[in-house]
């Protein structure tokens, strides 16, 4: 019997980690995940925007749009690339990639460069007027982090729960 042909690629696989992982995020209005890679494909860390351990999410603000910038997300929420760098139990990532839906903000660039990933694989980078991924790129090419935006064949993988379907 021949191979199955209609396997998905790695990169496929990787990317579709980062998405399920961001299938934990509670925020309301942007889910990321996250999903570092070594050079051999074994998956270091995976990670998904919410608030610090501890600070519970229902106490702390999900709001957006606040006035006082205190009672919004921002100040708190921490980014999928972030908590997948902490998530990694202090191994080096060295040379490592990182699979992430939406290109990386500034702050998230700085700890992607920092701890040694040399590639960034994202899907979406719908914020590439604003100032902090402007940024993010021109830290980027600075050190030399290669930027891939991947162009996936497939659209869609459907993951299937029931244990009558395994």
């Known amino acids: 019997m021949p191979k199955r042909e209609d ?7 990787f990317m579709g980690i980062a998405l399920l992982s961001a299938y934990r995020s509670k925020d309301p209005r942007t889910q990321v ?3 570092i890679v070594n050079a051999q494909k074994r998956i270091m860390s995976v990670g998904y925007n919410g608030f610090p351990a501890g600070c519970s999410d229902d106490e702390f603000p999900w709001e957006s749009d606040a006035a006082d910038h205190a009672e919004s ?4 929420v921490c980014h999928a690339e972030l ?3 902490l998530n990694n139990g202090g191994r080096s990532l060295e040379g490592c990639k990182i699979y992430v839906a939406l290109f990386p903000c500034c702050e998230c ?3 992607i460069i920092q701890c040694g990933i040399k590639e960034v694989l994202y899907l979406s ?3 590439a007027a604003h100032p902090d991924f402007r940024a993010a790129k021109r830290m980027f090419r600075a050190v030399g982090v290669k930027l891939t935006q991947l162009e996936l064949a497939r659209k ?3 993951v299937d729960f029931r244990p009558e379907n395994v």
Request: aromatic share 24%; glycine share 4%; with cysteine.
């Open 83 to 85: 908590n997948a760098i």
């Open 125 to 127: 980078d719908k914020y």
């Open 33 to 35: 995940g996250a999903c």
């Open 109 to 111: 660039a700085k700890a």
């Open 7 to 13: 396997y998905i690629s790695w990169d496929e696989y």
């Open 156 to 158: 869609e993988i459907t």
């Open 73 to 76: 997300k921002y100040p708190y």
